[in-house]
């Protein structure tokens, strides 16, 4: 089976690279930009003509969350168009994609776990422009697709939630952090393996949700990621989102259901903390700057 990663030396492309090549029966290819820019369909276009995958997995997106509000044409550009044109070409070559998305597809006012089958409403340009490349999977491959929403993430490569407070541990007596933001902490090593459970089981095609299970406050992360650290977790200081206004809104709920897991008999991923924890033991703390 020939594999196609696009995104390959990013947070989760490189997490999810070394899982791939556990596989020897994988003819695998990773690629990242500018060897491909999702904003070219002519990039991509040349990419598949010298690859003829089985399976691609787009791991690439434009992230800048805020700088998407005024820079939305761009931001389509990657991650509506990008995905749409991935698609059509899997669509042609009769390949199956895996497309990561976002919790900012919805607009975060909920009170329990968004379903896989919730209905989308994102309040930010940045969750306008996923949404766009999700519909367009969804669109033009409708049995062959995995789309894998995920949150909060986190890994070993790239800049971070979890390297900045390990940053900000360093340089200050105490760091301030909402409490009025809930969601489901990432690792991208356990993402990575949940992708590969995709390639491996090949369950039914359509939506999954791709984060550790469980729930807590940046507030609460950030006091675990301190204890982790060997420092007082009392050195973080409750806030709310009133303090920290930005360019796009955050949502305030952001905890993902995993019931579709269960449903095609597959482990839904293992409890935030325990993730983190594995994150330490693997040295995140030795990658921070």
Request: proline share 6%; with cysteine.
């Amino acid at each position: 089976m020939r594999v196609l990663v696009i995104g390959s030396n990013g947070q989760l492309g490189s997490a999810l690279m070394p899982v791939l090549e556990r596989n020897r029966s994988l003819a695998l290819l990773g690629i990242d930009y500018p060897d491909i820019d999702l904003a070219d369909p002519e990039s991509v276009d040349l990419v598949f003509g010298g690859f003829d995958p089985d399976y691609v997995i787009n791991c690439a997106a434009y992230t800048a969350v805020d700088d998407a509000e005024s820079d939305e044409e761009r931001a389509l550009a990657i991650n509506g168009g990008g995905p749409r044109e991935i698609a059509d070409q899997c669509r042609k070559a009769g390949a199956w994609l895996i497309h990561v998305s976002t919790d900012y597809v919805f607009d975060g006012t909920a009170t329990s776990p968004y379903a896989e089958d919730a209905e989308t409403s994102p309040a930010s340009a940045y969750g306008r422009t996923k949404l766009a490349g999700d519909l367009a999977v969804q669109q033009l491959l409708p049995t062959s697709h995995y789309l894998v929403r995920t949150a909060w993430l986190y890994g070993l490569q790239g800049n971070n939630f979890v390297k900045t407070m390990l940053r900000l541990e360093s340089d200050r007596d105490t760091v301030s952090v909402v409490t009025d933001q809930v969601g489901q902490p990432t690792y991208a090593g356990d993402l990575a393996e949940h992708i590969g459970m995709l390639l491996d089981k090949h369950p039914a095609p359509g939506t999954y949700h791709g984060t550790n299970s469980g729930e807590c406050s940046w507030f609460e992360f950030t006091r675990e990621i301190f204890r982790l650290a060997g420092a007082d977790p009392d050195r973080v200081l409750p806030t709310t989102s009133a303090e920290f206004v930005r360019p796009a809104p955050r949502p305030a709920y952001s905890v993902l259901g995993h019931d579709r897991w269960a449903e095609q008999g597959l482990p839904e991923m293992r409890p935030w903390l325990e993730a983190l924890e594995q994150a330490f033991a693997d040295g995140i703390a030795s990658t921070v700057d």
